[in-house]
């Protein structure tokens, strides 16, 4: 095989990898917009926050610091210990939740039944006020994030596949850590699925997605299914700021990841799964594809643009997106 | 209404909307939060700290105390021009916006209303040209003065020959990473390498398909013009790739500490230019027990001593001298904005007056004058160890190729100025 054929092949794996990082992302609106009609313009947001709260937890950094210290005259910034990354992904969780119960009473319980316009005009408001809430507890600056997770080329595979294409093929490369995020991204979405599946909080989810009326009918609390859904959607965005963070160091950064979510949810569909993972494999191939086969010819840079461009395209054919649910309202 | 009621509420008036008497006013135009906001928080703080050193050391400048009219701009350039229109009321003497995106905005912006803007190390690099761009100051070295002098440096290292080279660049898809293109196509012929470039679309958070790139191309040396994020993510998959650290240097806003420590170890060997030498200097002690332990830091003082903190601290200080420089020239030490621009333009900044500030060769030796603007343009190399988290200087400061820059900026500015119906001369 030439060499050429074959790092298009390796551009194809990296593609997919990089899709899985992308329907991370997109995993955590899906969830909350086919459980609430809302669409979470915070998920971003709180994928940064949830970094932050993790490197803060794991380095026993003291919270609103700046704030504590100013007012108090006091020198507080560490707590003087740490915390094993295993314990502090637990605690952030609970953080998580508790940050789901408080978005939920404090915001959207008081916006029951108003139009899907002022709930997502709700959620912009949110992100903001994460943004800084986030920076008070934590600062500005760029953390590192180290759970473990190895990062570079796995020499493994490259020494495998360094025979395919002669002396100008140096093997394929595969980055650990997307190969970990693969495997985490398929053990999140399995978990998911058979929550949703095989527990009574899950069924109820799923009734409250298909008919707010007909669940409350039968007794299942929206509340708490709501608390629930942007727990869930929490959990989802500390697995991404995790998998971005170790990458590029929590900053605030991680909170445009979401820009890359939008396509995906526009290619795969708003309330589906499955279209949140293919859409992700679908865009993050077809971007890098085209960077590296159009791109040097147009001057390159393309991949933010033609993300939007195939999910343009896929919306003439399926306005719906590949799996969402096709509405059609008469008037 | 009687005379006296009228007269009161014209004072009134008068003393709500003008500029207090007796202060020296200086904008800072600063980004704090947003994607960018760990690379400005500390250039900031270096900035607003060595004015605050002034006031609480030597009662500001020439017994004028100094006030700092901060204005966030997140590194947006809409933001950093309503930043402008909002401060300039204010009697400022100079602007230095922090961003070429904003400095490209504020350009005739300030040549209207006659302020003058300091662009240290950034903005147009043929605002050089100080008969074309009067009002507008780049020194001590321009874009082009880094392109030259990285490749300069990578010319010592190859015994003076780069020819059948590959340099890649590696840049933020911006203004601002546009900016060495130019330069480095002339060098490309001049020194017979190979030039190839990878835009990288801001902020910079995925960047697989530029590495992949490299890993396949192998070009013998990166050269990186990034910026926030983009300098994070670009180091991790340049080690991620397995590309030697050593061979990836970046400009002079992509060497400070955030860029490197993400990356941890892998970081290490990674090299970039800088515009000045990084070491603990005295007047940073005197920051640390005047203003920081005082209270009156713009930070929290965590920042004191980083590559940031120092390039903001040296741009206060070159701002410091051309102000006390101004009131010399003026024989008086209330100026304005005009005679600020006198002041910046017969600036002349010595190891000696630098080692009587208490930073001894923080940066080059230079004078501007009307026709030069950009000042020496000299740059040096440095190295981060990263196990002992400092930044190793590898050379002095190194000159760049005037004879290559030189007529560029004069190419620039001409078609600049007819563009503009401007007539180039000295004010």
Known sequence: ??????????????????????ALVALG??????????????????ALFGALTLVGIMEGQVPFAHIINATFGTDLHQFGWTVPALLAILLTVGVMILLAWMVHTFVFRHLVGQ??????MATIGLAYFLEGIGDLMWGSDIKTLDVGIPQGGSLWVENLSSG??????????IDKLDITASVVAILLVAGLIAFAQYTKQGRAMRAVADDHQAALSVGISLNFIWVLVWSLAGMVALVAGIMWGAKSGVQFSLSLIALKALPVLMLGGFTSIPGAIVGGLIIGVGEKLFEYTIGPMIGGATENWFAYVLALLFLVFRPQGLFGERIIERV | MTMKTLATAA??????SGPALAELVIPDLSYRTGPYGANGTPFSDGYQDYFALLNARDGGIGGETIRINECETAYNTEKGVECYEATKGDAPLVYQPLSTGITYQLIPKVAADQIPMHTLGYGRTSA????????VFNYPATYWDAASVAVNYLLSENGDDLSGKTIALIYHNSAYGKEPIRTLEELSEKHGFTLTQLPVDPPGQEQKSQWLQIRRDRPDYVIMWGWGVQNQVAIQEAANVGYPMDQFIGNWWAGAEPDVMAAGMAADGYKSLNMNRIQNYPVLDEIRAQVIDAGNGAGDGSNVGTVLYIRGMYTAMLAAEAIAKAQELAGSPQITAAQMRDGMEALEITNARMAELGMEGIGP????????????????????NAAEQVWVPLTDFIAPDKSVIDPLIAEDAAAYAAENGITPGCL
């Open chain 2, 365 to 384: 030796e230079f004078t501007v004058s009307c026709e030069n603007h950009s000042g020496s343009g000299e740059g040096l190399v440095q190295q981060w």
């Open chain 2, 128 to 135: 050089a040209a100080g008969e074309t761009f009067p009002w």
């Open chain 1, 29 to 46: 609106f899906v969830l909350i917009y086919k459980a609430s009609g809302i669409f979470n313009y915070a998920q971003g947001v709180m």
């Open chain 1, 164 to 173: 395919l294409g002669g002396e100008d093929f140096y093997g394929f490369f």
């Open chain 1, 115 to 120: 139009e899907p316009i002022i709930l997502f």
């Open chain 1, 1 to 22: 095989m030439s060499a050429d054929f074959l790092y298009m092949i390796e551009v194809v794996i990296n593609g997919l990898m990089a899709g899985v990082l992308y």
């Open chain 2, 11 to 16: 004072l009134a008036g008068l003393l709500a």
